[in-house]
């Protein structure tokens, strides 16, 4: 079930570009798509990480942390990538964004938080190479640059929030709820100062809204917190890379979106990629085991942190071990001692 877990979070975390597209077919603006979107999802996590006791005696300093990366982090990334897909196709948004991983390595080398491999320079070349042919091929239809570049800017801004939050030593439900949490209000406070968020829309506008905060944010969220418990890191992060090839075919189905055969080249690149990156090394792989023997815990009491350069965000694709290669995430098993929240399905 575990593996199946991880597929259905990754599902929903690619449907999101699709309901996005919808809601702005049925009248909703890209205001009021963050409001919503972050209001609804942001209560429930909260409701959920209350019941289960993940707020308890958390520290002042660590509750403002993970408000602050909503307001200034998430918020930004959230807003570039949906202004970027009122813009241009959702498929193009999908493979441009997820060239992230492979940013937070680089991001990760420069700053010495790692260190640079023959394979890591690899996987960053080649992500380089899709991302050009991605862009080239739309270049030789009717092409957005301003919707691209707000893409490659979510992907960057996105890349630092990473790279910030993996000094925020948080459990990731909480996290997840407060990021969240903290996204709305800004999103609350700049409807405001613009006179206020524009809400009238169809009742349509509300569904598609709703997966998008239920389907796309809560669902995936907690599904992949239920499925990495079972199947380990490394795993839940390899079978995440699902997520840019189910936006593509849902907005092929959805909108009739067509990619030219260099930007299916490319995607398969950036792909490529980031299967590298996460894909667990085989010295990786006996630490890992090692690691687990010495302290029959396993991965589940371990998959909730990674010491090094990964982020410790749950937004940012759930739970610290998405963004980095799944071989830092087990080498580092031995030096963790803190464990994840029980998951719901557990």
């Not at 990480?49 to 998430?74: E, I, K, Q, T």
């Not at 420069?110 to 050009?132: D, H, N, P, Q, T």
């Not at 996460?278 to 302290?295: L, V, Y």
Request: hydrophobic letters at 55%; glycine letters at 12%.
């Amino acid at each position: 079930m575990g593996a199946l877990f991880c597929l259905l979070s990754a599902a929903g975390f690619g449907a999101m570009a699709v309901f996005g597209k919808l809601s702005y077919d049925a009248g909703v603006s890209v205001d009021a798509l963050l409001l919503v979107r972050f209001g609804l999802a942001g209560a429930v996590l909260l409701a959920i990480a209350l019941a289960r006791g993940a707020l308890r005696n958390l520290p002042r300093r660590a509750v403002l942390a993970g408000l602050g990366m909503g307001v200034f982090g998430y918020a930004a990334q959230a807003g570039l990538y949906f202004s970027a897909l009122a813009r241009i196709d959702a498929s193009l948004v999908a493979l441009i964004l997820y060239v992230y991983p492979v940013l937070v390595m680089a991001g990760a080398v420069v700053l010495r938080r790692e260190r640079a491999s023959r394979r890591r320079v690899w996987a960053l070349g080649l992500a380089l190479a899709g991302i050009g042919l991605v862009l080239s091929g739309a270049a030789a239809g009717r092409f957005d640059i301003v919707g691209a570049l707000l893409a490659l800017g979510a992907a960057i801004v996105y890349t630092g929030y990473i790279l910030v939050g993996d000094r925020v030593d948080i459990s990731p439900l909480a996290l997840a709820a407060l990021v969240c949490c903290g996204a709305f209000g800004t999103f609350l406070l700049t409807g405001l100062m613009r006179g206020g968020t524009a809400l009238g829309f169809a009742p349509a506008g509300w569904l598609w809204l709703g997966a998008l905060a239920f389907v796309s944010t809560v669902a995936a969220i907690l599904l992949f917190f239920a499925g990495m418990g079972r199947v380990g890191p490394s795993v839940a992060s390899i079978l995440s890379i699902l997520e840019p090839v189910v936006t593509v075919i849902a907005a092929a189905v959805v909108f009739g979106e067509v990619l030219t055969p260099i930007q299916w080249l490319g995607g398969a690149l950036v792909l490529s990629a980031v299967l590298i990156v996460q894909w667990p090394s085989r010295s990786a792989d006996q630490a890992g085991r090692q690691s687990s023997a010495q302290s029959g815990r396993g991965s589940r009491a371990q998959a909730g942190r990674q010491t090094g350069a990964v982020a410790r965000s749950a937004l940012a694709r759930v739970a610290a071990l998405r963004f980095f290669g799944a071989e830092d995430q087990a080498a580092t098993h031995s030096s963790c001692a803190c464990s994840e929240p029980k998951s719901p399905a557990a």
